[in-house]
Each structure stands twice: as C-alpha cells, then as structure tokens.
C-alpha cells in the first residue's frame, strides 16, 4: 500500500504523517521500493512458506511469475500487477482474507484441503501469513500460521508475540518469553492435549 502511495491506515491520528521524503522512497523506483524488489511476494524457505495474506493452489502455480512481475513493478519497468491490486479479494496473496477471517477461527475442511494442495506445489508444509489481525497468534488447519496481531498503535496495539520455527517445530513466542506448544502438522485438539500435559499459554481455536 505505500508503494501505491496509500499510508492513511498506518499513520496515527496525532502523526503529522510521513512526508515527501518518504513518500518518495517507496514510490516504485525509489529507495525503499528497490530493496523491496528483491523480497519475493511468495516466498519459501525450508519446508515454510511465507505470504502477506494467503495462499490458493493458483497462486502457488503463479509464484515464480507473480514475484518476478512484482519485482519489477516495484524497480518502476512496469504498472503495478492485477494481482497485487486490492479489489481481487480472495485471489491475490496480499489482500485475501479467507483463510483468516473470522479471527482466531479454524477454516472449513474443503478450505484446508485446498492450503494443503497450494502447499504441495510448493514443497511447503506450512505457510506463515499475516495481514488479518487475531487475538493471538494461531494455526489453523494444522498448516496456516495466522500471526498478525495489530501491534502497531495505528491498528490497535496487540500483543507483542513472535513466532520461532526451529526444523519442523513452530512455536510462539509471547512477551515475557512464555512457549506455547504447538507442532505445526498437530490438530488443535492434538496441540491442546499436548499443552495441557506441561506447555503454557495456549488456548485452542474455534471450530466452526
């Protein structure tokens, strides 16, 4: 959204904003945008995929192609990509939010098995995504790790928590450095049993 000159959801009410400079430095071309041409919109890192917002089989088909258009959308050699443009909704991995809303809620059963499709394109077993804030932090589907919280004072200051993947553990990590359990392929029923026989701080999801 900075990058299409868009800052008003991120900036405080008693900010004076960001200013030219800024803007600039993120508009495609600028400083800011170049260092992010080189981070992937998709990308994967060990058996873990990370995506701003979600993840569907077609755009774990695109990746390769959706990462090299933003990439050079972001270096100013082309307009910005139909992908990346926020009236797709459910189909673009920076703006859906199917997989994550309602907050705190696991997903219906054709919806994981279609994750589970995306995540096997990629050779992922996960896939780390933020965008849509929860209470705190949760998997879902035993592979969608959902770790927006709205830490920022601009979008309402949650919990400060962090997630750490050590091999094929994940676990998060919350302000006073308190674990919770969670294996990433484990249920939420499978995880809270786990938790309840000497791991602290978890509460499982909702089931719809």
Known sequence: MNVMGVATPFISPQSKGFGDDRAAAFRPGGEFAREFASWPVVAVVGTTAFVHAGLTPAIA????????????????????????????????????????NPPDVDVSSNSCAELREALALLGAKRVVVGHTPQDRINCACGCIWRIDLGMSAAMGGGRLEAIEIVGDEVRSVDTQNERICFMADLTAREASALCTAGCTQFSPLHHT
């Open 61 to 100: 088909r695109d990746a390769e192609a959706i990462n090299a258009a933003a990439a050079s959308w972001l270096r100013a050699e082309r307009d910005i990509p139909s992908i990346l443009l926020p009236g797709l909704g459910q189909r673009s991995p920076v703006w859906t939010r199917y997989l994550s």
